[in-house]
Nanobody, 124 residues
Framework: QVQLVESGGGLVQAGGSLRLSCAAS????????MGWFRQAPGKEREFVAA????????DYADSVKGRFTISRDNAKNTVYLQMNSLKPEDTAVYYC?????????????????WGQGTQVTVSS
């Protein structure tokens, strides 16, 4: 069982930055690949970024590549999402999630554990 708690969301102007954090419970954090997803009102939940359990591999959606960076600190049981050059279209609730299946990391249905989400609002 893994419990996830996101933090760091807020209101920022376009072009600004935010860093999201996701703190995990349990002693097996490094066994899980971690993903960030987001969901805007009226839209499907979409993949943003993922990182392997060791932190050695990452993957990004094309819409955020070059602007967002995912990282993790297994000693602190925490995964981060650094978001730079934010755009109004990045506005959404951001969720972190844990999975044991890297090959299907972009599929939300493959993640067994989810946080409650944190709101990110980017004003123009």
């Amino acid at each position: 069982q893994v419990q996830l708690v996101e933090s760091g969301g807020g209101l920022v102007q376009a072009g600004g930055s935010l860093r999201l954090s996701c703190a995990a419970s349990g002693r097996t954090f490094s066994s899980y690949h971690m993903g960030w997803f987001r969901q805007a009102p009226g839209k499907e939940r979409e993949f943003v970024a993922a990182i392997t359990g060791s932190g050695g591999g990452t993957d990004y959606a094309d819409s955020v590549k070059g602007r967002f960076t995912i990282s993790r600190d297994n000693a602190k049981n925490t995964v981060y999402l650094q978001m730079n050059s934010l755009k109004p279209e990045d506005t959404a609730v951001y969720y972190c999630a844990a999975s044991t299946r890297w090959l299907v990391r972009r599929r939300a249905t493959e993640y067994a554990y989810w946080g409650q989400g944190t709101q990110v609002t980017v004003s123009s």
